[in-house]
């Protein structure tokens, strides 16, 4: 066992039931969009994994096109006949997403997945001492994203598409496990809920919401250096390869169960389908709430 866990088993690097290899996982013919693709962060081996998964068509949303063209060439020299589409884009500003909603439509096609892997840290501080700009930006990315994703990309979705949306443990963990850290947790927790209305006003969308492990990535570093700590032993990091396959798997039918939940990529997915009929029965069940309720 690692951290809480809704399953017994709690994965820290992929396995066989979240092989992009799996026909029942096979994302053949596939049009994905992925922001916050840039080389180097989770988003970028998302896109990887879904070509992988036999996806046709890839977009790839970020801020920096140099780390967005990295991510295609690794793309392109693995699986030379997908389609990779590179889009700066600011999400952050309604125009530059709207802009490149209509590139995505009009290079790939409709979308039959959306991975939302874009995020921002501040700098971690108190909210007394931070930076009002800083603080504020975060849920400009975090958050306020996420709304100009579903005005502007919404309407060019494929019927029955899934949207998947990073969030991370931060959002529901106490504040005193992750001091310092107000923006990007209460950005996070804001993003979180909205999935749950995405899902609710869009019945025919797949939305799911996930916290994607421990990675050791560019924001981890600045955690742990903002808290004077050195990068943890590897084995106690969980591996990128585990949120990418476990996107490629919330992307397939067998987690129909799971739309508008939250769930972390550690929860191993075999237990959690033998727990499908109870997570349906309870609506509350894996979703932002305050413990408890409705106090039955």
Not at 4 to 12: E, I, V
Not at 58 to 65: D, V
Not at 80 to 87: E, L
């Amino acid at each position: 066992m690692g951290l809480a866990s809704f399953t017994k088993t709690y994965r820290k690097d992929t396995y066989p039931a979240i092989d992009p290899n799996r026909p029942e996982l096979s994302a053949q013919g596939k049009t994905v969009i992925v922001a916050g693709a840039g080389w180097g962060g989770i988003g970028s081996q998302v896109a990887w994994s879904f070509a992988k998964a036999g996806a046709i068509k890839i977009g790839l949303l970020g801020r920096t096109e140099t780390t967005l063209q990295q991510t295609k060439d690794q793309i392109i020299e693995s699986f030379p006949q997908v389609t990779v589409a590179v889009i700066v884009t600011d999400l952050s500003q309604a125009q530059s997403v709207g802009r490149a909603a209509h590139e995505c439509r009009s290079t790939l096609g409709a979308w039959d997945v959306f991975a939302h892997y874009a995020a921002v840290l501040p700098t971690p501080t108190t909210i007394l001492g931070a930076d009002e700009d800083e603080w504020w930006h975060t849920f400009e990315i975090n958050t306020k994203s996420f709304f100009h994703f579903t005005k502007h990309f919404m309407p060019k979705a494929s019927p029955k598409a899934t949207f998947i949306s990073c969030n991370a443990g931060a959002a529901h963990v106490q504040a005193a496990l992750m001091p310092k850290n107000s923006a990007y947790a209460a950005s996070k927790v804001a993003a979180a809920k909205l999935s749950e209305y995405l899902a609710v006003e869009h019945p025919a969308l797949r939305v799911f919401t996930m916290h994607p492990g421990i990675i050791d990535t560019p924001m981890l570093k600045k955690v742990l250096a903002s808290h004077g700590g050195e990068l943890p032993a590897s084995n106690a990091l969980d591996t990128i390869a585990l949120p990418a396959h476990f996107s490629v798997w919330l992307a397939s039918p067998e987690s129909e169960f799971l739309r508008g939940r939250y769930v972390w990529a550690n929860w191993d997915v075999d237990e959690m389908m033998a727990r499908k009929d109870e997570i349906i029965k309870d609506p509350s069940l894996l979703t932002v709430t305050i413990a408890g309720w409705p106090f039955q």
